[in-house]
């Protein structure tokens, strides 16, 4: 190769170089980075339960039943034809979700029970309701379309109630459920109550 030729590629990439350096400025631009952190409030959890006037500790609900008016049975005994009722009272008042409520008796030990007693286990109901609606699964919305719980909107009543339907046709093994009341212990209603944050995914059907 002449020294003319290597003299010509020297000044091609001369030029190239230089052309390279004006593209390279001619996209430059102006530029500034930030950094940072977003901050969010936690929605708060304030449930309490009180029953009988006295607050419940966690996983340890004794529900206090009293009897609704009959005055043919002594007071807070539960016979054929008498119901008795317990209040719980529910108090969200400073929680900011709405919540569900689940009141779920459970039907095989109370059977079990009943049968030990000897009566016909379908003759006792046990209901759960809140503003006279089903609570074994409600949900209590937040008030004023979005606003956390308060002193005035925040308690509700779930009310538990316990019917024994008198049943003519069962008057022999109600007899002996009578009996058996001198050697059993109390007729225990076992009744789990759940209070849980309403999720969005709850309304997928």
């Not at 020297?10 to 950094?35: C, H, K, N, P, Q």
């Not at 379908?122 to 609606?133: C, H, L, Q």
């Not at 409600?138 to 979005?146: A, H, R, S």
Request: glycine letters at 6%.
């Amino acid at each position: 190769m002449t020294k003319r030729s290597v003299k010509s590629i020297i000044a091609v990439l001369m030029i190239l170089t230089i052309a390279l350096y004006f593209i390279s400025g001619t996209y430059a631009r102006y530029t500034d980075s930030w950094e940072g952190t977003g901050t969010v409030a936690v929605a708060k959890w304030n449930v309490t339960l009180k029953s009988g006037g006295e607050s419940v500790e966690q996983k340890n609900l004794t529900l206090k039943f009293t009897p609704v008016a009959n005055k043919y049975v002594v007071s807070g005994k539960i016979a054929p034809d008498v119901e008795l009722e317990a209040d719980v009272e529910i108090d969200l008042d400073g929680t900011e979700v709405a919540v569900d409520v689940k009141a779920e008796v459970n039907e095989e030990s109370l059977k079990t029970a009943l049968t030990n007693y000897g009566t016909v286990p379908e003759d006792i109901k046990v209901t759960a309701k809140i503003d006279n609606e089903d609570a074994t699964e409600k949900t209590i919305e937040l008030p004023d379309g979005g606003s956390a719980f308060g002193p005035e909107n925040g308690k509700k009543i779930l009310k538990i109630n316990v019917k024994w339907t008198n049943v003519d046709l069962h008057s022999e093994s109600d007899t002996k459920a009578g009996k058996a009341a001198e050697e059993l212990d109390a007729l225990e209603i076992p009744v789990t109550l759940t209070v849980q944050q309403h999720v969005l995914s709850d309304d997928t059907p």
